[in-house]
């Protein structure tokens, strides 16, 4: 990524704006102020965009060096993968269906099974399936979150019985979370 001195050399370059201003101070200075975002909203007119009071580095730089900036992530849609969650969705389907009334018989699972899915996520990711709604994490941010997801619950239920067990709580009579 550039930094504001670049972009400003970019900005005087394509003539938008001046070398140095009035008082013969160059403008490429690195402080992007009024004269430096002026010039950058007459190029973005030239754009089609409109224009702006405040910018971030990574909209000047998508900007101004679109040939530096990475192409977009695409899902890959694989044979594959799409077979691997056509799979999981044939076998957690038919389970589902009818359940609201039995909502109960998952208590104490419903944590686990959460984190269950997030590793099918991103199991099924990295096969190449484009899962709507996935989109916001990558497949390692799905694996992760379902691994800390399982683990932590795991924890939290040991150590609750734990401390349950210290204070002389009949631990076999609590109920399950």
Known sequence: MRNVTECQQKLIALGYLTPTNE??????????????????????????????????MAELNADLFPEEQPPPVKHRNTVFGNLVLNIALAALLPKLKGLSPMISFLTGYKTYIAGAAMLLTAVAELAGA??????????????????VTI????A????VMQIAAL???DVTKLPKV
């Open 167 to 169: 204070l002389g709580v």
């Open 156 to 159: 939290i239920s040991a150590t």
């Open 23 to 56: 008082f013969g101070a160059r403008n490429d200075d690195g402080r992007f102020g009024e004269r430096s975002l002026d010039a950058y909203n007459h190029f973005r007119a030239t754009l089609g965009k409109g224009p702006v009071v405040a910018i971030s």
């Open 151 to 154: 683990t932590l619950r795991s």
């Open 130 to 147: 484009t899962i709507p709604g996935s989109e916001s994490f990558t497949p390692l941010q799905w694996f992760f979150a379902g691994l």
